[in-house]
Structures are given as structure tokens and as C-alpha cells.
């Protein structure tokens, strides 16, 4: 039992307070053809190093920072499907694989990558799903070795999943990838997270994959 708001923080595993108010005040402001980025540091430091990526009204971030597929899996019905979006961009794998809250396999993390594309596809929205990006090491974490092996077998299998059940693969990692194989240097500020030139990278390959399935005209 929880005696301190420390510990009541502490209870809140996946995160579910972080967006609360922001997701009500959506939700009566309605958010019918949005279109929400849901994902971990990856998605959440894009709106702080690109934010002109999401002024676009249409375009929601709903990443968290250090989350795995089963925190996301948690929130997942709250963070989107409550918000009624068209469409969700999913990207999420590479802090189980680091181990953020302890050991996953690959069969875990695709079994959570796809009830959440399974959950969305049947409220009718519309599933991107995204590449892990490349990772060479977790210099948080360099007990992991050749996590790039794990990645490679994820895309892989999301990528022939998102095809057989008709959703978006957007694939980040051959764009990305460099021969070691590794997150390409001018990209990165750590070898995992992104510095400006990575996101407007990836904002160009996502508007370009949105725009072709969804006909939008993006700003």
C-alpha cells in the first residue's frame, strides 16, 4: 500500500498520469482525424528538438521516455483509442531490448507490438508501424550485446506482419543504418537518440508515407 505521493508515483508503472489532462482536453476538443505518434524517448524528444514537426494540430505526441512495449500496451487505450484518432504511428521495441525493465525476448516484444496494432485496427484506426531504429550499443546498458541482431529479427517479422494484415510499415532503419550496422553518427547524439538532423530525417519519411496511405496535404 502506497503512504507517500513518492510511492503512489512510484505505483504508476506504465505512466498513466502522464497525459491524463491533456488526453481529456482532447477528447472534448475532439480529435477525429488526428493522428497520434505513440512511443518512448524517440517519439517524446521530437517535440522538443523539432517542435514545428508537431504544430500541426492534426499530429499527437504520446511518447514517454525509457518505456517497453508492455508500459505502452498498458496505456494504450487511454493514450489513443480514447482519442479516437484515424490513425496511430507505433514505435517501440528498442528499450526492451535494453532491458529498461528487465530481460525481453524478441517473441515478447512482437506479441506487444501487435496487440496494439490488433487493438487499434479494430476501433478502424488506421496502424503505422514503425522500424526499431538502428542501435549498434546501449551506452547505458553495454551488457547487451549485438542488439542490432534483435532489431534486425523485429522489423523483419513487423514488417511481414504490417503486409499480411494490410497496415503501414515505415521503415527508419534503412535510412538510418550505417555498416557496422549502427544509428548513422550525424544522426545520433548518443548512438540511440536522435539529434536535429535525425528527426527531420524521419519527419520527412513519415509525412511522405502518411501522405501516400492517407492523402493528406501536409504542410
Do not use: C
Request: charged fraction near 25%; proline fraction near 4%.
Amino acid at each position: 500500500m502506497a503512504s507517500e505521493n513518492g510511492d503512489m508515483i512510484n505505483e504508476d508503472w506504465a505512466n498513466l498520469n502522464y497525459y491524463k489532462e491533456e488526453n481529456l482536453k482532447l477528447v472534448q476538443e475532439g480529435t477525429k482525424e488526428s493522428i497520434i505518434f505513440m512511443g518512448d524517448s524517440i517519439t517524446e524528444e521530437w517535440g522538443r528538438i523539432l517542435p514545428e514537426f508537431f504544430s500541426n494540430k492534426q499530429y499527437i505526441n504520446r511518447g514517454i521516455g525509457g518505456q517497453t512495449t508492455p508500459q505502452m500496451l498498458i496505456r494504450f487505450r487511454q493514450d489513443v483509442i480514447d482519442l479516437n484518432p484515424e490513425a496511430v504511428i507505433i514505435l517501440a521495441g528498442t528499450n526492451d531490448i535494453a532491458g529498461n525493465t528487465g530481460p525481453s525476448s524478441v517473441k515478447m516484444i512482437i506479441d506487444n507490438l501487435m496487440s496494439m496494432a490488433e487493438i487499434a485496427s479494430k476501433q478502424n484506426i488506421q496502424v503505422f508501424m514503425s522500424s526499431i531504429l538502428p542501435v549498434f550499443r546501449y551506452p547505458w546498458n553495454k551488457s547487451i550485446i549485438e542488439p542490432y541482431k534483435k532489431i534486425a529479427e523485429i522489423n523483419n517479422f513487423m514488417k511481414d506482419f504490417s503486409n499480411r494484415e494490410k497496415l503501414v510499415y515505415v521503415d527508419y532503419h534503412s535510412h538510418m543504418v550505417d555498416s557496422r550496422p549502427g544509428l548513422k553518427l550525424e544522426l545520433t547524439t548518443d548512438e540511440v537518440h536522435l539529434n536535429q538532423a535525425g528527426y527531420i530525417v524521419m519527419s520527412e519519411i513519415v509525412n511522405r508515407v502518411i501522405r501516400d496511405r492517407l492523402k493528406r496535404n501536409l504542410i
